[in-house]
């Protein structure tokens, strides 16, 4: 299986702060890396496909960049909504593997 | 807009099986991949397994011996069953569907999930 990694596994910021999640895995992976956020009690959202494609109807303050193995979840200005955990994933190939995620909590 | 919704008991007894029904609304079950991912409290996200419209699966290794996945494009859904569940299967299961016809394709849509308690 592919281990995915998140660091930090938490984070406290500010509305307006620019945050950055790192995510790395096992083995290269190319650009099948996806991005979610969940909220408490929902199920994910989709962010970012393709390590740095924005899904359709996510705002522009999001944004993901890497390849191979080593990828990165950019947010360039916290709303108060960011305010939830984040998880990154592989679908490379199967089992489709998830990391750990990051809280995203208020400073 | 593409609904899915999970139904099925929240609650189940250990060693019996586990069964879940995902109904897909707005959309079609065809030509897409679907899958069932669960999150027991307070942890991380596991994927459990996909099948395609035709009836092609593939499973997590960690579940497999245990998981069957199937699908009713009559009905529009598709189904998950865990046999000898342990408290260790106590989850929010979720089902998903993957974009853009692939199985690589990412979670677009998920249903909201729902609880499942493994306790006598």
């Known amino acids: 299986d592919i281990q995915m990694t998140q660091s930090p596994s938490s984070l406290s910021a500010s509305v307006g702060d620019r945050v950055t999640i790192s995510c790395r895995a096992s083995q290269s992976i190319s650009d099948y890396l996806n991005w979610y956020r969940q909220k408490p009690g929902k199920a994910p959202n989709l962010l970012i496909h393709a390590a740095s494609s924005l899904q359709s109807g996510v705002p522009s303050r999001f944004s993901g960049s890497g390849s191979g193995t080593d990828f990165t979840l950019t947010i360039s200005s916290l709303q108060p909504e960011d305010f939830a955990t984040y998880y990154c994933?592989?679908?490379?190939?199967?089992?489709?593997?998830f990391g750990g995620g990051t809280k995203v909590e208020i400073k | 807009q593409v609904q899915l919704q999970e139904s099925g008991p929240g609650l189940v007894k250990p060693s019996e099986t586990l069964s879940l029904t995902c109904n897909v609304s707005?959309?079609?079950?065809?030509?897409?991949?679907w899958s069932w991912v669960r999150q027991p409290p307070g942890k991380g996200l596991e994927w459990i397994g996909y099948?395609?419209?035709?009836?092609?699966?593939n499973y997590n290794p960690s579940l497999k011996s245990r998981v069957t996945i199937s699908v009713d494009t009559s009905r529009n859904q598709f189904s998950l069953t865990l046999s000898s569940v342990t408290a260790a299967d106590t989850a929010v299961y979720y089902c998903?569907?993957?974009?853009?016809?692939?199985?690589?394709?990412?979670?677009?849509?998920w249903g909201q999930g729902t609880l499942v308690t493994v306790s006598s």
């Open positions: 099948i395609y419209y035709s009836g092609s699966t």
């Open positions: 707005g959309g079609s079950t065809r030509s897409y991949y």
């Open positions: 998903a569907r993957h974009a853009a016809f692939l199985q690589t394709g990412p979670f677009d849509y």
């Open positions: 994933q592989q679908n490379y190939s199967p089992p489709y593997t």
